[in-house]
Nanobody, 122 residues
């Protein structure tokens, strides 16, 4: 079992920056990929969350086209905390941001954080 705690969300003006953190605890030795997803206003289902950025245990990163060049995902040396540095924020970045981890287990297990609200104002 893995428990995820997110922090760093809030209200920011367009063009500003925020840094999200996701701290994992529990059976963290099997964590493979840590990722951030977001769920835009009006979307209620878990499957309606969109991938923002992901980082593997080997440090390989992947970004949604809409955030490339503006957002940076990173992971601490212990591998159990992920960060999302968000710069040049736009109104369309407004969403609830969820931390997600995928375990190196068979079958792969996935865990979600509780979500943190990011609101970008004009």
């Amino acid at each position: 079992q893995v428990h995820l705690v997110e922090s760093g969300g809030g209200l920011v003006q367009a063009g500003g920056s925020l840094r999200l953190s996701c701290a994992a605890s529990g059976s963290i030795f099997s964590i493979n990929t840590m990722a951030w997803y977001r769920q835009a206003p009006g979307k209620q289902r878990e499957w309606q969350r969109d991938l923002v950025a992901a980082i593997t245990s080997g440090g390989t990163t992947n970004y949604a086209d809409s955030v490339k060049g503006r957002f940076t995902i990173s992971r601490d040396n212990a591998g159990n905390t992920a960060y999302l540095q968000m710069n040049s924020l736009k109104n369309e970045d407004t969403a609830v941001y969820y931390c997600n981890v995928k375990m190196a287990t068979r079958p792969p297990q996935t865990y979600w954080g509780q979500g943190t609200q990011v609101t970008v104002s004009s």
